[in-house]
Structures are given as structure tokens and as C-alpha cells.
């Protein structure tokens, strides 16, 4: 046969050709087998160790909640709060605070300058009207609508005088702010 | 005739019968391993990645729901109470506007400032104010009020009203002097939030619990300014007969 030398009849070495062939056939059947089976085998078992680590994972997450449920009063609480600070908050953010506005006007004229009137127009602007005993303070006031439409005051963007009179109580004057 | 029939020639498209007969089995196994990956083993695969979903799924919340327990266990419930206060404090409780009245009233008589009138129909309040206030659970209950006292007192009292819970707010503030006294005309209005605000426990973050920074400093801020109660006698009081003889009756 090494030879490449085959005397056997013909059917004889088709006979040997097909047992040969039904042994390869065999082992690659074997084999294919052999690899199905391990399919299977991996497929069911990685299954089975994923519902195993599903029903841990549930189990944990039961113990998690009930111990959640427990502390159930706070939860709401902290909630609550949490929603009502942000209400709040957002509405106390836009709030506008005349205290520190009037006390802003207050300290802005001099001592001599009495104020009466006093109007919030918008939260942008506010009209006041002052008394003056003595006609030379009136330049105190000019002098200080001057220094606000220079810029000088960081507090307001522009002033102006909108009328004097000269009454029995001496010079009262009306002036229009307007805040930055 | 029956063997006839059933009986294949030697040679089947040119090659043995009996060697086709060889492979016959084999074909017929990869059918039905065909099969089965199709109705068997696919299935499973795609049973593991849902399954694997699920572990997921459930070991996030976990994960989260652990992660609120540890702050929950950690809080001062104390303070948490405290805050609560605060905040409930700093809305009216009750959706009246002349409860406000009482308030403003009460914190009026600290500096010698007398309620010479009041409307409950104050129009419309300003609409930048409204417009900033989209949040639709608060309503807004404002109160048209005119004050009477000392005149050097008139800073005092209205920082006073800025810093009283329920938290008010000034919308408008026009002041008239004469001598030593103030008539002081001002819109003021405050919030109250309905009970029938919804708080859903279910779908909670950690992020819903705890205060930001500046929600924190707005507790502490709110925590400075004095609380005045509200007087609900006003609304509640009962309804009294007197039985009094009719003087024109003969």
C-alpha cells in the first residue's frame, strides 16, 4: 500500500473506501455531538446560575426595601422638605427687599433733608418727596443727582429732580430714582 | 408491487446508494440539532440576557435603596423635624388672606403701628412677581393694607415683616408722612401650599432627599426670622343666637 500498490478486487476497495468513510463520518458525528451536548450543558447552565444569582439578587433587594420601609417617616419627611425648600426658595429668590432699599435711601440724604413721601413705583424706580429747611441744602440734593447720573453710587443707575417748591414749610422737592 | 415501490435503484444521481445511505443519519441529526437551536437552545440564550436584565435591574435599586438607607439611618431625625418646621412654617397654612392681616397686625403692634384699614381685594398683584412664580402647587394670597405709626419706627417694622414666618411678601410701598407719624400704604402677600400635594415614595433618588447647599442656607436663613402664628379664631368662631324681645312688638 506505501507503494501505492493495491491488488484487491474492486469492490473490495470500495468496500474498504466506504468503511473508511463511515468511520470519518462516525467521528465527526462523535464530535459534533460531543460539542452539542456541551452547548446544551453551558447554555442550561449558565441559565441556572443566572436564576441563582436573580433569586440572591431579589432576596437582598427584598431585605433592602424592608429595611427602606422602616425609616419610611423619614423618608417622607426629608421629601417634604426637600420640595417645599425648593418652592420656597424659588419664590423667596425673586423677593424684593424694601428694608434694605429704604435703609439704602435713608442713609443716602443728609441729615438736614427730611423725607415725607416715599413710593415704590416699580422695583426698579421709586419716588420720594423731602423737606428742606434751609434753600442751601436744595445743593446738597442737586449734588447728589449729580453723583448718581456720574455713576458714583453703585447702588442706583440715575436720578432726577422732577419739581421744587417753596411752600410755608420751606423747600420741598420731589426727585424720581431709578436702582440698577 | 409494494417492494417495487420502495425499493431504490443502486445509483442515485451517479453515486452509491449504499454511500448516501452513509450520510443519511448525519443529516438527519444536524435537522434536528438544527431544531432544537432553533426552538430549544436560542430561546435559552436570549432567557439568559433577560434574566441577566433583571439581575441588573434589581442590584441597581438595591444598590440605590441601600444608599438611602445609609443617609436615612445617618440623619439627625431632629433636625429633620426642625426643618420641616421651618419649612412649613414659612407658608401660611391656611389658604385665607385675612389671616395675614392678623399677622402683619401682630407684627405691626411691635413698633406702635396701628392696622387703620384693610381690602382683601388688593386687584391684581404685580406680574413680574407672577410670572416668576410658575410653580403652580403655591397660591398666592395677597392683602391691601394701610398702617398708621411713628414715623422713625417705619424702617424697623418693615425689615420686621421680612424677616416674619410665614415668609411675606411687599408688593407694593408707599409711605406719607405727617409730623411724627407714618401712614404707610403696602400690598402684601404670602403663599400657601395646598395639603393635597402628592408626595410619591416610590421613585425616590438620594438626590430627593437631601438639601442642597442652598436649600440648607435658606432653612438656616428662614430659621432667624420670627415666627408669628396665625389666628384662625376669626374664621372658626361659632354662630351665637341672642334671643332679644322685638321692641315694636305690641
Redesign the interface.
Known amino acids: 500500500m506505501k507503494e501505492g500498490l493495491n491488488l484487491l478486487p474492486s469492490v473490495a476497495k470500495?468496500q474498504a473506501a466506504?468503511i473508511k468513510?463511515?468511520k470519518r463520518?462516525n467521528f465527526?458525528?462523535v464530535i459534533?455531538?460531543v460539542f452539542?451536548v456541551l452547548?446544551?450543558v453551558i447554555?442550561?447552565g449558565?441559565?441556572g446560575l443566572?436564576?441563582y444569582?436573580?433569586k440572591q439578587?431579589?432576596t437582598?433587594?427584598a431585605k433592602?426595601?424592608s429595611?427602606?420601609k422602616s425609616?419610611?417617616?423619614?423618608?417622607?419627611?426629608?421629601?417634604?422638605?426637600?420640595?417645599?425648600?425648593?418652592?420656597?426658595?424659588?419664590?423667596?429668590k425673586?423677593?424684593?427687599?424694601?428694608?434694605s432699599l429704604?435703609?439704602k435711601i435713608?442713609d443716602f440724604f443728609p441729615e438736614n433733608v427730611?423725607?415725607?413721601?416715599?413710593?415704590?413705583k416699580?422695583?426698579k424706580q421709586f419716588i420720594l418727596d423731602g423737606v428742606l429747611t434751609d434753600g442751601k441744602d436744595m445743593n446738597d440734593v442737586e449734588d447728589k443727582v449729580r453723583d448718581i447720573n456720574l455713576g458714583l453710587y453703585s447702588d442706583f443707575s440715575s436720578a432726577n429732580i422732577t419739581s421744587i417748591e417753596i411752600g410755608n414749610r420751606g423747600w420741598s422737592f420731589e426727585m424720581e430714582v431709578n436702582l440698577i | 408491487m409494494k417492494e417495487s415501490f420502495f425499493k431504490l435503484p443502486d445509483k442515485i444521481f451517479g453515486l452509491?446508494k449504499?454511500?448516501l445511505i452513509?450520510?443519511l443519519?448525519?443529516f438527519g441529526?444536524?435537522i434536528i440539532?438544527l431544531i432544537?437551536l432553533k426552538f430549544?437552545?436560542i430561546p435559552?440564550?436570549d432567557?439568559?440576557g433577560t434574566?441577566?436584565q433583571?439581575?441588573n435591574t434589581?442590584?441597581t435599586?438595591?444598590d440605590k435603596?441601600?444608599e438611602?438607607?445609609r443617609y436615612?439611618?445617618s440623619?439627625d431625625?431632629e433636625e429633620?423635624?426642625k426643618?420641616?418646621e421651618y419649612?412649613?412654617n414659612?407658608?401660611l397654612r391656611n389658604k385665607q388672606s385675612y389671616l395675614l392681616v392678623g399677622i402683619v397686625r401682630q407684627v405691626a403692634n411691635k413698633f406702635d403701628y396701628q392696622v387703620k384699614s384693610f381690602s382683601l381685594t388688593p386687584g391684581e398683584v404685580?406680574t413680574?412677581?407672577t410670572e416668576?412664580?410658575s410653580?403652580k402647587?403655591?397660591k398666592k394670597l395677597p392683602v391691601n393694607l394701610t398702617l398708621y405709626g411713628p414715623k422713625e419706627k417705619?424702617?424697623d417694622l418693615?425689615?420686621a415683616?421680612?424677616k416674619t414666618l410665614p415668609?411675606l411678601?411687599?408688593d407694593?410701598?408707599?409711605?406719607?408722612?405727617a409730623g411724627d407719624y407714618s401712614e404707610l400704604n403696602l400690598v402684601v402677600y404670602s403663599?400657601y401650599?395646598g395639603d393635597e400635594?402628592n408626595?410619591d415614595?416610590n421613585d425616590?433618588t438620594l438626590s430627593?432627599?437631601?438639601?442642597s447647599s442652598?436649600?440648607l442656607a435658606?432653612?438656616e436663613?428662614?430659621s432667624n426670622f420670627t415666627k408669628i402664628e396665625e389666628n384662625t379664631d376669626m374664621g372658626t368662631s361659632e354662630f351665637q343666637q341672642y334671643q332679644r324681645e322685638n321692641p315694636f312688638s305690641l
Open positions: 470500495f466506504k468513510l463511515k463520518v465527526v458525528m459534533f455531538l452539542w452547548l446544551a447554555i442550561f449558565w441559565l443566572n436564576s444569582l436573580l439578587a431579589e437582598k433587594n433592602s426595601l429595611n427602606y425609616l419610611v417617616t423619614n423618608v417622607v419627611l426629608s421629601k417634604k422638605n426637600k420640595y417645599q425648600a425648593k418652592l420656597v426658595g424659588q419664590v423667596l425673586e423677593r424684593f427687599e424694601y428694608g429704604i435703609k435713608t427730611t423725607l415725607e413721601n416715599f413710593e415704590i416699580t422695583k | 452509491e449504499s454511500v452513509i450520510f443519519f448525519p441529526l444536524l440539532f432544537s430549544v437552545l435559552k440564550v432567557e439568559i434574566v441577566k433583571k439581575i434589581i442590584t435599586n438595591t435603596i441601600n438611602q438607607v436615612l439611618s440623619v431625625s429633620l423635624q426643618n420641616a419649612l412649613d414659612a407658608v404685580k413680574e412677581d416668576a412664580t410653580l402647587d403655591m417705619n424702617l418693615i425689615s415683616l421680612e415668609i411678601f411687599i407694593k410701598y408707599d409711605v406719607t408722612t403663599y401650599i400635594t408626595i415614595t425616590i430627593d432627599l437631601i438639601l442652598d436649600e435658606l432653612v436663613k428662614i
